[in-house]
């Protein structure tokens, strides 16, 4: 307290002394807006010359973008899409090492259109049209009976070989699979309708991903498109739904993270820089608290199992409309109770109704220990919570695309992270549902972040510490579990048409 207090008299008192004598000391002013800088992410990171150099050539390209209209980030992501792939900023991104993704969802892992031009190609797969124009998708060696859900199945070889513009065919099968829409500001009013829509697609690719020999594609291809964009590691969250073979068979859970474990090993095996892949066991926030309770049991024992795959544990679901962290508290106690360890990766947050129980998932996250905090979008409006998480180091997965997309806010520039980021409050990015979005990679949502969310004054300094930051953050315990690079620095190289940037990985 004795420390603060001197030091906001350091700081004001000077201004003061100079404010009384007239115009303020550009001096002053000048050691203040550097202090400032100082805080927020990245603000302390030393700059070699060559990265200085690179500094500021990404501060030019980012004046050029933040002066032409239509500003990418101050409009939706659909229609800034391809404007953002134009942007030089964008492309230098791309080529930037990005460290880990540590919020995706499995269902949306791989871009749609492998989905629709691999995945609904391969033999023996049905597809049926639902009531509510929704589609479900079956591979099968035989007619698959009628559901409830689905009364005709149709085996998508005969009905392409009726068809006269499969191009549009596929695209119609392409938009139920994701959130894409012309309009999107039309066709979703308000967050209940984009959720409705969010949760059909899901279930529309359900049957496409579930396919066992589908899902190995997937897996592999999902790894692929994050080394394509930099990525170095990846850690999933997964309910490891039920898989199923052409004649029915039925494999569970741990068949799913067997194979997950080997297709990770094959896909390290032919990319040595690529780190590795772990699995956050999620379940709906919708079960009831003893069906929580199971499901906690059971991700203690897979994790005992596979202690190099199941990083832990978390509740998924709309936050608004499912149970609060809070409510599901004697399920979440249960690891403490039974003296393990189970750590925890809460989505808290990620809501707009301040003061609502659902708000407080954000403190009861940290109650529980969480690791991270998935999106912690309402996390700016808790400063205890605040305090807590910078304290503890706990980092906000900040998803910029996701919070416009389902509507949390609408102009990037105004996300509460902007406050975050400029207190340098422990952060890393990532995409969340990349297929639903249409995005692959980190690297769109790094350009939201960066030049819609950190403005003109994130530069490369804060780049480096949002990489540094999702490598640090729980890729510590990873390696050296594996102790693979216990003793190794690992360097990433950005190529620029005259700079090389390293960022060192310890
Ligand atoms: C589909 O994907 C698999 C695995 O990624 C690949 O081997 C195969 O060649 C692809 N098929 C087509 C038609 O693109
Ligand atoms: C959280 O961590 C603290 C300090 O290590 C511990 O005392 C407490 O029991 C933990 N709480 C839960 C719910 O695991
Ligand atoms: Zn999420």
Redesign the pocket.
Known sequence: MLISLCQTLLVYVPLLWFVTDGMPDPAQRDSLIRQEASRQTGGRVILTAAEQKLDSYLHRLKEQEMSAAPFPPAIHFFKAKPLIQTSSVFKLLQKMPKGAALHIHSSSLVSAE?LV???T??PHCYICFTWDNSVRFLFSDRQPFPRWDCFYWQLLQTLRAKMGDLVAFDNSLMQRLTLFTEDPDGEYPSQDVVWEKFEKAFIAAAGLITHAPVLR?YY??GL?ELHHDNVLYLELRSGLSRTYELDGTIHDKVWALKTFQEVTKKFTGDHPDFLGARIIISVHRALTVSEVKAAIKEAIQLQKDFPDVVAGFDMVGREDSGGTLWFFREALSLPAELGVTLPYFFHAGETDDDGSNVDQNILDALLFNTTRIGHGFALAHHPLAKELSRKRNVAVELCPISNQVLKLVSDLRNHPAAVLMSEGHPMVISSDDPSLFGTTGLSYDFYQAFVGIGGLKANLGTLKELAVNSIRSELINFISFMSMFSCSVLTETLNTPHITLRIHFY
């Open positions: 492998w031009k691999n995945v190609y391969r594609d592999y291809k692929d």
